[in-house]
């Protein structure tokens, strides 16, 4: 569950810094009349759209995790069966 989380504030980062990075520029307008910079821009919008996506998905397997680890039926111990080799087997049955 630690991994899902550290993976959780990795792709928040990148969506947040994604969108920042992408609002700033529309916001005050002054170098986006350049074709690299509009370039970039878009670039910067599509990978936070899919960082914005894994994190959604992450989110997922968070809420799952969580369930699992609260359901107090999971923490029972179950009986251990070994499998007998047929000579013991049948030493065992007669």
Do not use: C
């Not at 569950?1 to 307008?29: D, Y």
């Not at 996506?53 to 969580?66: M, N």
């Amino acid at each position: 569950m630690k991994a899902i989380k550290r993976k959780n504030v990795v792709l928040a980062a990148l969506t947040g810094f994604g969108i920042l990075t992408g609002v700033v520029p529309l916001a005050f307008g002054g170098g986006m009349s350049e074709i690299w910079a509009q370039i970039l821009l878009v670039g910067v919008m599509i990978a936070s759209a899919v960082a914005a996506g894994f994190w959604q998905r992450e989110l997922g397997k968070l809420q799952i995790a969580r369930r699992i680890a609260e359901n107090p039926i999971l923490h029972i111990r179950t009986a251990v069966i070994s499998d007998l080799s047929g000579r013991s087997r049948e030493a065992y049955w007669m």
